[in-house]
């Protein structure tokens, strides 16, 4: 076998030798530039200033044919174009921690501080900081007041603007007069408000707040009404524990689905279906210090023929059975004709659990479930409906929510609207005279019933050209709120004066952290807290002044019962109500 030679390559010439680079700058300046380059470089430039030509005949054309106004890259009052990218107010943001927690920034800035104004730059930072001047007297303040008579630092309600306007003194009066009571340690003394509203309310940020400042200060009267369910709605309450299964039916007064417009002190009528449960009780959080207690549970229902039955089971313990028929029952009282009722339960001053479960045998329509304490102290209701508009106020039944609050023993009521009815084309005095009517359907007649119209927040939409804006109707709202308020002898506080007036929205969704909301009609938690910690500040301002221009008590008129009303006693005596009997096995 013949053996293969291994394939010899051709060998490669060698290359030549290049030539030596020439060193130095002035050896390739000498070199002009190719013909194509030097041309492709002077056509480059002709076509950019063709299109910077261009770009600038678009813009003039925008300022000389009104038509395209909308299209102008500034007009006067804005920032200029590109400025704001070098602006901050603050290094770090909010965020969301484990848990759902709102963790705040903890800096700030005096940008910020101007952009806010004093007033609202001074609540957040005292809400950042822990460090509230409205917690209570000192003991140097205790000391000067050695006589025991009332009274409210000045430091308390320092750094607000806006105040609290009730040029009767018609509005404030009863809840002030209460509020002496209860802050003169009076046995059983509760001061009640019940604020109504949209969903600025119905999440309880903003009341949550004014709650635990009124009861830290004054005393904690109870966490109020809740709804026993909320249905589809966004509603939660905070420092509470409430859950409801799925077997209830909610009609809501912004829809006016009920004939008879009883709706309930809450303004939703909840019927009960199979499997209908809900459980109500003190919270278990090492925070706050109120609302850890209670010491009587109410359930607010509609006595009705053939309605059926729920048991109500406190601390797992024994179990009673209520009827809501005619005939009463277990825990039920025997009456000749339908209405509304109250069921009470006492319990030993302590943390507790309700359990409402429908058992069957008819038709049962519920209300909500209240928790209070003896006193004294301060009770603060949150009432708010999402969605709703003031003017849903008159689908209430007058004789049924009239008694509703006067069974409550309410001293102010609180009429929280304007979110939603901004969006409305109507005219300010249209506004004007259905907010009257509001007043007059809610309030009944009663003057021993404080009031005050708490204006709305302020709202923002994008204009065209993508500004954010105060929507126009939301000053008009405002002023009629106040002219109503006035003639109404209601009084009046401007949350949207507070919050900064026109173009508020706007500042507060570029603070740090956030205080509105990314759709400008609402705020967010902390937004909510510096709202509650203005408006708490003005009600102690109030409540400063009314004492030292009223030192001693003055007793509250009382009104004539309503044609066609059923007598009821006054608001600061007790009304007559179900008391549970011994707890005995459900049948």
Known sequence: ????????????????????????????????????????????????????????????????????????????????????????????????????????????????????????????????????????????????????????????????????????????????????????GEPGALTRASHYGDSTIATDHLTHTVRRRLQQRFGDGGHGFILISKGFMPYRHQ???HTASEGWSIKEIMRAGIPDGRYGLGGVQIQARAMGVATFGTHEEDEPDTGRTLSRFQLLYQRQEGGGDVRLTVDQGEPVTLSTGLGGGDGGAPEEAPGDAVYTIDVPDGPHRLEVRYTGNGRVTLYGVIMEREGPGVVYDSLGMVGTRASRMLNFDPVHIREQLRSRGTNLLVLGF??????????????????????????????????????PLDQAERDERGNIRTMPMVPRIVAAQRRAAFDMGCAFYDTWDAMGGSGAMQRWSRARPPLASTDYRHATPEGYRVIADLYYKALLAGFAEYLREHPSPEPVAQPAPQAGAAATPAADQPAEREQAPAAEPAQ
Not at 426 to 438: I, P
């Open 418 to 455: 304007g979110g939603n009815d901004a969006s409305d084309n109507t005219t300010e005095e249209r506004y004007y005279e259905q907010f009257k009517e509001v007043i007059a359907r809610m309030r009944g007649g009663r003057e021993d019933l404080g009031c005050l119209v708490f204006a």
């Open 239 to 241: 420092d509470v524990f």
């Open 1 to 184: 076998m013949s053996k293969r030679r291994p394939s010899q390559r051709p060998s490669r010439p060698a290359p030549a030798p290049r030539a030596a680079a020439v060193s130095g700058s002035a050896a390739s300046a000498s070199t002009p530039p190719p013909p194509a380059a030097a041309s492709e470089t002077r056509l480059a430039l002709q076509q950019l200033g063709v299109a910077t030509a261009v770009v600038l005949g678009m813009v003039a054309s925008t300022y000389l044919v009104p038509p395209l106004a909308r299209f102008r890259p500034w007009v006067p009052g804005e920032r200029v174009p590109l400025t704001h990218m070098s602006e901050r107010f603050d290094a770090v943001p909010a965020s969301a921690g484990a848990g759902g927690g709102y963790h705040a920034a903890t800096s700030t800035s005096p940008a910020q501080d101007e952009a806010l104004g004093a007033e609202v730059a001074a609540a957040l930072a005292e809400e950042r900081e822990g460090t509230h001047t409205g917690a209570g007297p000192t003991a140097a303040d205790t000391e000067a007041h050695a006589d025991g008579s009332v009274y409210v630092a000045p430091r308390e309600s320092e750094g607000i603007r806006v105040h609290i306007e009730d040029p009767t003194g018609r509005g404030m009066r009863p809840f002030y007069e209460a509020l002496r009571r209860t802050a003169q």
